[in-house]
Nanobody, 118 residues
């Protein structure tokens, strides 16, 4: 079964940091571009960041550029998102998605909740 499992979310104060992980199974991970996306309460799915199959090229939404860093470990079949300087508007359910480095499309995990609040 093809699967993506996210973890690492939590509650953090503004200015804090979190590191999200996504473990892939059931498919050849290094054959796919990957992305992170998020969905705030009452809003649609928003693409946040993506990476090519090798991880050498990365892309970011303007809202997170300079604060978030995406990376991948193709040996461990894992996609990571280091989030620093978090803001309340970063609150939402975060998903890893398979298939594109530029859009939140394709296979998606169950998500991990990030809440930024004082």
């Amino acid at each position: 079964e093809e699967q993506l499992v996210e973890s690492g979310g939590g509650v953090v104060q503004p200015g804090g940091s979190l590191r999200l992980s996504c473990v892939a199974s059931g498919f050849v991970f290094d054959s796919f571009q990957m992305s992170w996306a998020r969905q705030a309460p009452g809003k649609g799915l928003e693409w946040v960041s993506g990476t090519t199959t090798t991880g050498r090229t990365t892309y970011y939404a303007d809202s997170v550029r300079g604060r978030f860093t995406i990376s991948r470990d193709n040996i461990k079949n894992t996609l990571l998102l280091q989030m620093n300087a978090l803001k309340p508007e970063d609150t939402g359910m975060y998903y890893c998605t398979r298939g594109s480095a530029f859009t939140a499309s394709g296979l998606r995990g169950q998500g991990t909740q990030v809440t930024v609040s004082s």
